[in-house]
């Protein structure tokens, strides 16, 4: 009795499969191989702009190895492919596209057919066991588009759009100040000039009641709307569809201060008939294929403003997993293996953000009051206070005035901290002027100053324009479609070492920052900053924060200049004798943050 043998047949069906997955994979969508065979080898789902859209599809993937084999070649250079009647039957009663691949063994090339539409008009006429099914010699690594067009036919057909057609609504916005700009008439931004199959509304306006909570960070000249370019296309492909989008952005041609740059908020987009004047969002049955998107116009060429902030060079390795009680942030690792990269950006608040924060203000300002007393007045607010379940907290002492707050037992603002409400109940309770205000007896002291106010505020990080400020955004927690402030990004490399004997007696600060500056190609903003680490005790941290110019996206920064930055200052540390640890396997085992290849979860 001999080992199980792998026939050709099988090794090729294998190639053909993995061949085809991997064509996919290169055009940035994804294919998870199908286990249980019942006719479909391949799921895929098609991605734009790096996201997930509803469209969907299968494929079978059949290879021509002999010309003995099942797969034959026509003298027409057509493939003809015996495919089972009960799985031709499956196909025609499918919700998703089907199509036929045929791995070309000695050519090493990938054939396709969508199929769809042929086994549904065949599907009254199965009479024998199998059909045979026409495959075109169409190279699958020149289709894309075309693939896609025909994904999108499918479903266009299925949802009855007698003309399909792709829509969105575009929203232009002068940053960074997070003005939404006229888009008529006067003061308005000028004509868009859009592609060939694709036309533009130049006015429109969408209730801020029927848009997302975060749009209410931009700013309108209208109380309750903002303006907006209704776009449509004709074309089949959303690929194409956002390629042309942004051929109509950079077709604006507007004068603005060189510090400012225009941003385009990109709704999420349409598949819908053109006879129809619904402009509404519904969910996917709805042909709402996207999810909202912005893009940024610098030197009259439109960036995605996701990818112009976070993304950065494909050499790098990538976080893809880590902890939930690990340290914040999200980590790439340098090609060299010397250096971690973090990327940030800043982005305005929403304004619902703005309204958690001050109710939260409002709680803190409710559980304490500030106040003063003389000296010899001490023991009698405390009398005073013991019967309304309140003390005085001394802040400070001049000659006999005691200055200081009155609170709860348990309000600890030294430590930032305070019991929060349980209940509705207890949130509504008076506050403690109020119960002070509302005291029987004769009350002691007097309120104190605002000065004293502010200082318990600070405790817990509180003024009154904290909540005002802008929000620092990762690339794992950015509102999707809110524009980014390009000109306050915040690009980290750093290092982890142990320190040398030699170390501590120089300001190294100071002598990184003039190695640094000497290899940047233009000059930029950075801070270098030595601090212990937080992941590992007697483990310093090294790192240079760049702010970026905000016409120069990061990539192409880190592409320019992070091989020589790193390069030098890890020489730096090494001709101290400093221990320097590779920063992949410091995070991983310290910081329970794991990378490509990596992971214990798999990628």
């Known amino acids: 009795m001999g080992t199980p043998e792998r026939n050709n047949s099988h090794v090729t069906g294998d190639v053909g499969e993995q061949s085809a997955a991997l064509q996919f994979t290169k055009w940035g969508w994804t294919s998870e191989k199908i286990t249980c065979d019942y006719g479909e080898d391949l799921s895929c789902s098609i991605f734009t702009n790096k996201k997930k859209t509803p469209l969907y599809f299968r494929a079978q993937v059949k290879s021509f190895y002999s010309k003995t084999g099942q797969v034959s070649q026509l003298c027409s250079g057509e493939f003809s492919v015996p495919i089972k009647s009960s799985t031709c039957l499956s196909w025609a009663q499918s919700f998703f596209p089907v199509i036929l691949i045929v791995y070309d063994e000695y050519n090493d090339q990938l054939y396709w057919s969508d199929v769809t539409q042929t086994v549904r008009a065949k599907s009254l006429q199965l009479k024998g ?27 266009s057909q299925m949802l009855m759009l007698n003309q399909p057609e792709f829509r969105c609504d575009l929203i232009p916005v002068l940053m960074p100040e ?30 801020y009641q029927d848009l997302p909570g975060w749009l209410s960070t931009i700013s309108s000249l209208y109380p309750d709307s903002i303006e907006v370019f209704k776009v449509r296309s004709s074309t089949q492909s959303l690929d194409y569809f956002f390629k042309e989008l942004e051929c109509l952005i950079e077709s604006l041609k507007v004068s603005h201060d060189p510090e400012h740059w225009i941003s385009f908020i990109v709704s999420p987009v349409l598949l819908t008939d053109a006879n129809s004047d619904d402009f509404a969002y519904h969910n996917i049955w709805s042909k709402t294929l996207t999810d909202w998107s912005c893009y940024s116009l610098f030197h009259e060429k439109s960036f995605n403003d996701y990818d112009f902030a976070f993304s950065v060079p494909s050499s790098f390795s990538r976080q893809i997993a ?107 309770v008076a506050s403690v002027k109020e119960r002070i205000s509302s005291y029987s007896g004769p009350i002691i002291g007097e309120p104190g100053t605002q000065a004293i106010e502010q200082s318990v505020l600070t405790n817990f990080q509180l003024n009154s324009n904290e909540s005002k400020l802008p929000l620092l955004s990762m690339p794992t927690d950015h509102t999707l479609g809110l524009p980014l402030i390009h000109s306050e990004r915040q690009l980290l490399i750093q290092f982890y070492f142990n320190e040398s004997s030699a170390f501590s007696s120089k300001d190294h600060s100071s002598i990184i920052s003039h190695l640094v500056k000497k290899t940047l190609l233009k000059p930029i903003f950075f801070e270098v900053y ?74």
């Open 322 to 428: 880590r902890r939930s009680r690990s340290v914040q942030g999200y980590f790439y690792i340098s090609p060299s293996k010397k250096s971690a990269v973090q990327t940030y950006a800043l982005c305005n608040p929403p304004y619902s953000v703005i309204q958690h924060s001050d109710k939260f203000s409002s709680l803190v300002k409710k559980s304490f009051a500030p106040w003063q007393c003389l000296e010899h007045e001490i023991q009698s607010i405390e009398i005073m206070l013991k019967e309304l379940s309140l003390v005085f907290k001394i802040l400070d002492t001049n000659d006999d005035l005691m200055s200081g707050y009155i609170c709860e037992p348990q309000f600890n603002p030294e430590a930032g901290g305070m019991f929060l409400p349980t209940s509705w109940e207890e949130y509504d």
């Open 129 to 155: 066991e199998s059909i045979s099914l026409r495959v075109k010699p169409t190279l699958l690594k020149n289709s894309k588009t075309e693939l896609e067009s025909s994904i999108a036919a499918f479903y």
């Open 178 to 207: 997070y003005r939404a700009l006229k888009t008529l008439g006067i003061n308005g931004i000028g004509e868009l000039l859009p592609p060939e199959n694709m036309s533009v509304t130049p006015f429109g306006l969408r209730s």
């Open 530 to 603: 030595i601090t212990e680490s937080e992941l590992c005790e007697r483990t310093s941290e090294l790192c240079i924060c760049f702010k970026p110019n905000f016409d120069l996206s990061t990539e192409d920064f880190l592409a320019n200049n992070e091989s020589n930055i790193t390069g030098i200052v890890h020489n730096y540390l090494v001709e101290l004798n400093c221990n320097v640890l590779a920063p992949e396997e410091f995070l991983s085992l310290n910081g329970e943050i794991y990378f490509e290849g990596s992971s214990p979860w798999g990628n």
